[in-house]
């Protein structure tokens, strides 16, 4: 059972993790963030990029979504912030609720820049392992809403 402090401390890990590592590119950090086998069960924009034609698996190391997805994805979704509204936890989980933006300076996912600022909402639960670093992500966010404002043409799904 994990004290109140390990729960405080688990706290400021994920903010640390989502308000300055994730957008500024610290990747240097993570390891002392997230244990090697980090898994993420599911990413913020995996339903956009499928319904675009892109695979991001179900299942997948934390460290190589960021390599292969967040670090390109960066370079045309610029000047990532993340504001943390609410952050709660209990035992070895901590769960989110927060506000991103950044600046559509490039093509992503096929959609040209837009050079606007997009901002939706995203939730996230993230598990501790025994070594205090984060074993388990799940970040699931407002993608239609973001389709949207990157320009993307939405259709009503159709009745069989």
């Not at 390891?31 to 990029?49: K, Q, S």
């Not at 967040?70 to 209990?90: C, F, K, T, Y």
């Amino acid at each position: 059972m994990s004290s109140e402090s390990d729960v405080r401390q688990n706290i400021d890990v994920v903010r640390r993790l989502v308000e300055d590592v994730l957008p500024h590119g610290r990747f240097e950090l993570l390891d002392g963030l997230v244990t090697p086998g980090c898994v993420t069960h599911r990413a913020g924009f995996a339903d956009l990029v499928a319904a675009r034609g892109g695979v991001i698996p179900s299942d997948g190391s934390f460290r190589e979504r960021v390599e292969a997805g967040w670090l390109p994805m960066s370079r045309v979704l610029r000047d990532q912030q993340v504001a943390i509204d609410e952050i709660s936890g209990a035992g070895d989980t901590v769960w989110m609720r927060s506000r991103v933006s950044f600046t559509h300076a490039g093509e992503f996912l096929g959609a040209p820049a837009t050079n606007r600022r997009i901002e939706f909402r995203e939730v996230g639960l993230l598990r501790f392992g025994d070594d205090r670093k984060i074993a388990d992500v799940w970040f699931l966010c407002e993608e239609l809403n973001a389709a949207r404002q990157l320009g993307f043409a939405l259709q009503a799904p159709t009745s069989h």
